[in-house]
Structures are given as structure tokens and as C-alpha cells.
């Protein structure tokens, strides 16, 4: 079955550079999440996107943005890159955004920052 | 958002059985009680979910107290495959919006 493809799988960038990481949530699928996980830490939620519009915002940084694109994909853009943004990026994807949905995760993306 | 309070770690043998507690005394009556599983350098995996009732799936069963104070996850035969944090995670739209929030899990050894 199809999954969540997050792309790429590993990116090194400079202090200041830009980055940009793409999702391609499952088919079908409407809602895409964005996480962020440092290193020892647990998952923590940026922002996510129903239908194209953005649902819900975590702590996501201001240098950051995102956005779901009309194919579904979604876009994490992210500027003025610093060492402490090194982590590992995930995207889930669900069929709609309610509480009794389950989510779908990709693989991630891992950033480090030099 | 209602917390959850897991053990940080936890050792089971394999094939055996294994039962992952889960308080959560906060918890509303529309929130939704969902597991998932991060296995090392892998995105989290969902498990199992449940309101009131008990659920069982391929993976696991969830088995919820009947004050929904407190949840278990059970493992009916542990495989060495099976050794990951374990998240318990409470999910209300109203309240959390859409978002899955982890917290603390439970890291799961499992011995040969």
C-alpha cells in the first residue's frame, strides 16, 4: 500500500540557508501534519493543513512556513536556518482531521544545520 | 489538553504478553485515547484507538477502564519487532484542534 513519502530523506544545510522539504500524503488522504523531532526528544507538532487551508498551529517558528499545495503535497519552507533546527522532520497524513482518525507517518526528513 | 502518564520504560520477554498502562485522569468525555509507536530512526506508527469501548486489531488490544481514568495497551506476544516508545495520546478536536500531541512514552525493551 501506498504511503507517506517525504522528501528528501537527508539534507545538510548552512546556518542562514534556506531549506525546503516536501510530503506527498497518501491518496485520497486530505489532512497533512508537520512535526519536528530533536534529537532525544518526542515528536513535537508544527502545523497541519485540512483541504488546503491550514487547521491547526504549533510551535512553529516564525522563519517557518508551510503550506498544502491542490495535489495535496505539502511544502515546509524554512529560512534563516540555525544549528538548533537540526532534527528530524516528519509528515503524517489522515482522511480527514477528527479525533477518531489515525494518522499515517513518512519517514522523515533529517536537517542538520552546520 | 488532558495529560497522559506513562512509565518511562518497561522490559518484557518474547512472546510473552505485555501490558502498557496509561493514566489519564483529566480525560473529557470526548476525548479520543489513541496509541502509536516510534521504533528507532522511524516515524511514529499508529496502534490502536478507542472512546469508551475496548479494541482489538492485528496489532493490539486496547483495553479502557471503565471510568476512562486509565487505559492498557496490550501486546498479546511481544517480538523482538515490537521494541519501540510506546505514545498514549488523548485527542479531542474541540479542544486540541487536530494535532496528535506526544508526550513522554514508554520505551519498550523486549528480550530474546
Known amino acids: 500500500a501506498a504511503g507517506v513519502i517525504q522528501s528528501p530523506r537527508h539534507l545538510i544545510k548552512e546556518k542562514r540557508e534556506t531549506a525546503t522539504l516536501k510530503c506527498y500524503p497518501i491518496p485520497r488522504h486530505d489532512t497533512v501534519y508537520w512535526y519536528q523531532q530533536g534529537p532525544g526528544q518526542d515528536p513535537q507538532f508544527l502545523i497541519s493543513f485540512y483541504e488546503k487551508m491550514q487547521s491547526d498551529k504549533g510551535s512553529i517558528p516564525d522563519r517557518f512556513s508551510a503550506q498544502q499545495f491542490s495535489d495535496y503535497h505539502s511544502e515546509l519552507n524554512m529560512s534563516s536556518l540555525e544549528l538548533g533546527d537540526s532534527a528530524l522532520y516528519f509528515c503524517a497524513s489522515s482522511l480527514g482531521g477528527q479525533e477518531n482518525t489515525e494518522a499515517f507517518f513518512g519517514q522523515g526528513t533529517r536537517l542538520t544545520v552546520v | 489538553d488532558a495529560k497522559t502518564t506513562q512509565p518511562n520504560s518497561m522490559e518484557s520477554n518474547e512472546e510473552e504478553p505485555v501490558h502498557l498502562p496509561c493514566n489519564h485522569s483529566t480525560i473529557s468525555g470526548t476525548d479520543y485515547i489513541h496509541w502509536y509507536r516510534q521504533l528507532p530512526s522511524q516515524g511514529p506508527e499508529y496502534v490502536i484507538h478507542?472512546?469508551?469501548s475496548n479494541v482489538n486489531n492485528r496489532m493490539a488490544s486496547l483495553a479502557i477502564a471503565e471510568d476512562r481514568k486509565s487505559s492498557t495497551l496490550i501486546l498479546h506476544r511481544a517480538t523482538l519487532r515490537d521494541a519501540a516508545v510506546y505514545y498514549c495520546i488523548l485527542r479531542d478536536e474541540e479542544t486540541s484542534g487536530s494535532r496528535l500531541t506526544f508526550g513522554e512514552g514508554t520505551q519498550l525493551t523486549v528480550n530474546p
Open positions: 478507542g472512546l469508551t
